[in-house]
């Protein structure tokens, strides 16, 4: 095995040890979670929290484009990770 493929595979190992460790450690800790709102597993969704919309000034967010901009470009951005994630897949 050439020195490159091994220090790609332990820097891999190094990265992904210390994010399972870093989750492990947030998870235990229970870090970002509201006390005062236990929805169990869907805790992060901003739709489980009672009366949200009322957390934000919606007034200063104001859209500059057409609605149908937005979900176009949003389909353009998935098509296109998808067409790369196929031709990286495709190289293995």
Request: aromatic share 18%; net charge positive.
């Amino acid at each position: 095995m050439s020195k490159r493929k091994t220090a790609a595979r332990v820097a891999l190992l190094v990265v992904g040890g210390g994010s399972l460790a870093a989750v492990v450690y947030i998870m235990v800790r229970r870090l970002g979670l509201n006390p005062d709102l236990d929805f169990g597993a869907g805790a992060y969704y901003y739709a489980d929290i009672p009366e949200y919309e009322k957390v934000l000034d919606w007034d200063v967010y104001q859209a500059q484009l057409p609605f149908w901009v937005y979900l176009v470009l949003f389909l353009a951005w998935g098509a296109l990770m998808f067409w790369l994630w196929k031709r990286i897949d495709r190289r293995k």
